[in-house]
């Protein structure tokens, strides 16, 4: 099976016996208010539990991002990411 990296993009080869399990990690698309934005980081804040995040910005989404303006952004095993994943 091949699949493709979510923040590298690198392609990567499983090779596993049929009967084998591979484990999938869980996405979770959230939403946030970009609370303040200060070079290329984002201060957001999470509507559903309120907490305070510092992320990097990509450079794809770098004119895209306001101040005050509600975003997703996506958290894949307790990392979070404002990049936007197809």
């Not at 208010?33 to 539990?49: E, H, L, P, R």
Request: hydrophobic share 35%; with cysteine.
């Amino acid at each position: 099976m091949d699949a493709l990296g979510l923040f590298d993009n690198r392609r990567r080869s499983i090779v596993k016996p049929g009967d084998n399990s591979v484990d999938v990690p869980i996405l979770e698309k959230k939403r946030c208010q970009v609370v303040s934005i200060t070079g290329s980081k984002a201060q957001i804040m999470d509507m559903g539990d309120f907490s305070v995040y510092e992320l990097d910005i990509p450079e794809e989404r770098r004119e895209k991002i306001k101040q005050g303006e509600e975003i997703d952004y996506f958290e894949i095993e307790g990392v979070k990411t404002l990049k936007e994943l197809k």
